[in-house]
């Protein structure tokens, strides 16, 4: 990178929701005063600092946009970068949506978050709740979602309107995930081949808590065995722990003030797992 400097310091500062980024430029020769590259040479130190903005609302709201994108029958995508399959579609009846910075490499699978947009004469007070399904980037978005989902922002009789806007700015919080009775299940991925292979994922994931590490019980070795983030929601391993005994498993959650903690989940999935069924913990996530 070649830049064209005129004075010996330059000093940018950007104040944005009291979040500052300054970047200073120190040129240590004065005889230099036009070109200078961006390496560490005699010449030069460079500091950079950068720090994210964000804009809060009102009651801990955040702004930012969203957009929506076409699906059969107005539902989530079968094929959503969580892996959640058909249960991506329907789940939360259908009003989920993509993210992008809100992905976070898949931890966000699975969050829930209340969108409200801003438009008085077009929007509800309520707006809509998904939960997150897939990766997706859009102009300037964070919430790409279905449009079941964006039609609920809207008032009343208001959703054509809304979507001839086609992106709108809103703001958004995280909520608790909420599924009535239904406990957590883990569901055995399609790609998994008893014995030698198990991938599964969470769903019906309920409340604030991001899952972070998963982990198996391997009997013989009286020890926790890891399984490996593969993408989304997924996780997997080779070789999995077999015997006439259902599988232990425990859960890694990372709650909202960011304290860790570890569920245990005793039988959680049967020895003679079969890829595609989800099973039944008894257990939920609050």
Aim: glycine residues 8%; hydrophobic residues 40%; contains cysteine.
């Amino acid at each position: 990178m070649l830049i064209n400097y005129q004075k010996k310091h330059v000093v940018l500062l950007s104040n944005l929701s009291d979040i500052y980024t300054y970047i200073f430029i120190y040129m240590a020769s004065s005889t230099v005063d036009h070109y200078c590259y961006f390496f560490f040479t005699k010449f030069i130190v460079v500091i950079l600092v950068l720090a994210a903005s964000v804009c809060y609302g009102e009651e801990g709201y955040i702004y930012s946009r969203a957009t929506y994108y076409g699906s059969p029958e107005c539902l989530g995508n079968p094929n959503g970068a969580c892996g959640y399959g058909e249960y991506g579609t329907t789940v939360n009846n259908g009003e989920v949506s993509g993210v992008s910075r809100l992905f976070r490499n898949g931890t966000g699978c699975g969050a829930c978050y209340q969108v409200r947009c801003k438009i008085p004469t077009h929007c509800s007070k309520e707006g809509t709740k998904v939960v997150v399904t897939d990766f997706g980037v859009g102009p300037h978005t964070d919430f790409i979602l279905s449009v079941r989902a964006y039609a609920n922002l809207a008032l009343p009789n208001m959703a054509a309107e809304l979507y001839a806007y086609g992106v709108v700015d809103v703001e958004y919080q995280r909520i608790p995930c909420q599924y009535g009775k239904n406990n957590l299940f883990i569901k055995v991925h399609e790609r998994s081949k008893f014995p030698h292979y198990l991938a599964i994922l969470p769903v019906y994931q309920s409340g604030l808590s991001d899952i972070v590490a998963v982990q198996l019980w391997q009997e013989d070795c009286k020890e926790w065995r890891a399984m490996r983030k593969v993408f989304g929601a997924v996780w997997d391993m080779e070789n999995p722990p077999i015997g006439a005994a259902a599988v232990n498993l425990r859960i890694q959650l990372c709650g909202g003030d960011g304290q860790l903690r570890w569920v245990q989940i005793a039988d959680a999935i049967p020895s003679d797992w079969k890829a595609g069924l989800a099973y039944d913990t008894a257990f939920q996530l609050n």
